[in-house]
């Protein structure tokens, strides 16, 4: 997927076409972790999607859920779903930041060679 060290550094075309497929790996991720929990706060909280949407996306946002949660399954959910947030931060910040940290260090092996 990434060139190698001896490899020259690829075309800006290239790498704008790379950043772009890791664009959409990392929406992918953010969209259906997004729909993972506004399904659970509709069928574990009973919440309306409207407000399921709300609180899934404030968690997934660092805010924290915005209504009170009444069972044991959702509140155990709202916790298990807050962890797996910060996991996905951190994965799509990595997904996002590879290709340009890539080039990045590619560019510094190819000034150190000449």
Same mark, same amino acid.
Request: aromatic letters at 10%; proline letters at 3%; a positive charge.
């Given at each position: ?8 550094? @690829? ?14 790996? @990392? ?69 996002? @930041? ?17």
């Amino acid at each position: 997927m990434y060139e190698k060290r001896h490899h020259p550094i @690829a075309s800006s075309r290239f790498f704008i076409r790379r950043l772009l497929r890791h664009g959409v790996l @990392a929406s992918l991720l953010m969209s259906g972790s997004l729909m993972v929990g506004i399904l659970g706060y509709h069928w574990l909280e009973g919440l309306s999607f409207v407000d399921a949407f709300v609180n899934a996306a404030m968690l997934m946002g660092g805010m924290g859920p915005v209504d009170t949660m009444h069972s044991d399954a959702a509140k155990l959910f709202a916790g298990c779903y807050a962890l797996y947030c910060g996991l996905v931060l951190l994965v799509t910040t990595g997904i996002l @930041a590879a290709p340009v940290l890539h080039r990045l260090l590619h560019q510094f092996h190819m000034t150190d060679r000449d």
